[in-house]
């Protein structure tokens, strides 16, 4: 996107030294990382920053309105509701794919986005590893705010702890060892002493939680929560008896998983924004479109991409027994900017915030990226393709 730090870069670059990177990356905690990490991050130009972080903030208001609570209250599935939600969302991630308009011209369009935890620690770990290995040019950097490595890992420390011991604050998965994202655990782990606990070790007597640690039975204070629920149900039956988290308990969530419901696909038909495609719940639509070519289906209640229709046939509208669980999205035209030794990558940019108590609003803090050069960003559409994959974006200041 910066034509001259990318020929810089792609100069320098030597698989010998990409390998050197890998190494030292899988060093800590070796076989954590199952995703591919791309050889190359982004650099983005201030002009395309700032309409990212302008969308953002359009969101972030909306949020903020007073009306917002109840226009999202059917988001949540009665079945997956959990008593004692708060006014904070303490997490939001916003998915921008780099997008070439009808005049050729690039912008971000917002894909999805997500009141949820992502790669926060992660994305400390990984860039200070890749700038051991790669040069990158001074005046670019993948945090916000003037934050370095330092400051974001204690902005990160008070979000996540909230003067909580750390022994009294878990990170609750399902399997938690066994996940795609686990080296994230890991390093959650390694920075704030937040371990890993997985839904079945939980303990509960009346509406207290203790987990086992180090044989030592410890209460549970505050839940740094990455249960997905639509996960949790596809994997009830293998799990044996664990605890029901959508009952009363004492405990503080961090986010809420109801947080998980409301900003998320269910959103996207309230916003009006340039970098928003037009969107709508599919029971709403009274025409459906002629150019049908130029639209997505995409279910409400769903992750990781699962159940979208990118080809749309007639067909598939009529097959939907639940059309009020579906939006209709307009298709962007992802751009092949990022140019690599065996052709030009599609990317997206995922600006992640963080809303402490106490502040006024979230704050945006860092972000990661994906490369791909297939049909969408996903592994199973980019098998055999070198330079995609995980990545992060550097930003002009």
Not at 47 to 65: A, G, Q
Not at 338 to 356: C, F, L, N, Q
Request: aromatic content about 12%.
């Amino acid at each position: 996107m910066v034509p001259s730090v990318r020929k810089a870069f792609n100069d320098a670059f030597t698989e010998a030294r990409y390998q050197a990177f890998l190494e030292d990356l899988q060093a800590p905690y070796p076989g954590a990382i199952e995703f591919r990490i791309a050889e190359t991050p982004l650099f983005v130009p201030r002009d395309f920053r700032d309409m990212m972080i302008n969308c953002c903030e359009d969101i972030i208001d909306l949020v903020l309105s007073p009306g917002y609570m109840e226009l999202t209250a059917r988001a949540i599935p009665a079945t997956d509701h959990v008593p004692g939600e708060n006014r904070h969302c303490h997490m939001f991630a916003f998915d921008f794919g780099i997008c070439e308009n009808e005049e050729g011209k690039l912008e971000p369009q917002l894909i999805e986005m997500q009141g949820f935890p992502s790669l926060y620690a992660f994305e400390a770990f990984y860039p200070d590893v890749l700038e051991q290995h790669f040069d990158i040019p001074k005046g670019y950097s993948h945090y916000f705010g003037g934050l370095d490595m330092r400051g974001y890992l204690r902005e990160m420390k008070d979000l996540l702890l909230d003067g909580h011991k750390p022994e009294h604050v878990i990170l609750l998965e399902i399997k938690p060892h066994e996940q795609k994202t686990r080296i994230d655990f890991y390093c959650t782990q390694e920075y704030w002493g937040i371990r890993p606990v997985c839904i079945t070790d939980l303990i509960q007597e009346g509406k207290k939680l203790y987990y086992d640690r180090d044989g030592v039975r410890t209460p549970i204070e505050r839940i740094y929560n990455r249960v997905i629920f639509e996960d949790l149900h596809a994997q009830r039956d293998n799990l044996g008896p664990f605890p029901d988290i959508t009952k009363e308990l004492d405990v503080e969530w961090m986010p809420h998983p109801n947080w998980f419901y409301r900003v998320s696909k269910y959103t996207l038909p309230l916003l009006r924004n340039p970098h928003v495609p037009r969107t709508y719940f599919l029971n709403e639509v009274k025409q459906v479109p002629a150019d049908l070519e130029n639209w997505v289906l995409k279910p409400l209640f769903s992750f990781a991409g699962q159940g979208v229709v990118i080809d749309i046939a007639p067909g598939n509208i009529e097959a939907i027994k639940d059309p009020e669980n579906w939006i209709l999205q307009r298709k962007v035209k992802y751009a092949d900017i990022i140019e690599t030794p065996d052709g030009h990558a599609k990317a997206e940019i995922r600006m992640m915030y963080i809303w402490k108590e106490g502040d006024a609003r979230p704050k945006l803090i860092t972000n990661l990226a994906r490369l791909s050069k297939g049909k969408m960003i996903g592994v199973r559409y980019n098998k055999d393709k070198t330079w995609v994959g995980g990545s992060v974006a550097y930003f002009e200041s």
